[in-house]
């Protein structure tokens, strides 16, 4: 059984059991929530897909960890301009684990 979900304006395909990380999500760690905007659902060869959720679905998600994603480096430069920019982000993360998908 897996089922397609939308967290954090991206789309994951999960099933039960399986690590993911996301963005920064406000629950606190150890924090369990339910997410309803569940877009498609299988389960044993049977397809339910929603418009835009299917109704009445739900995943059930256990916050694990807050965390920041490796360093990703940012450099532009402009040949015999002298022009050099060197800038480097991390995104926040949040480690969950899938428990359960309802449909």
């Known amino acids: 059984m897996f089922a397609v979900v939308d967290i954090a304006g991206h789309q994951f395909k999960v099933s039960a059991d399986q690590f993911l990380y996301v963005n920064r999500l406000p629950q606190a760690e150890g924090e369990e929530f339910t ?57 926040a993360l949040t480690k969950i684990q899938i428990q359960s998908i309802k449909a």
């Open 35 to 91: 997410l309803e905007s569940v877009m498609l659902v299988a389960n044993d060869g049977k397809v339910q897909v929603g418009a835009p959720f299917v109704k009445g679905a739900t995943v059930q998600a256990k916050v694990l960890s807050h965390l920041k994603d490796d360093k990703v480096i940012v450099f532009k430069k402009k040949r015999r301009k002298g022009y050099k920019k060197k800038n480097g982000h991390r995104q």
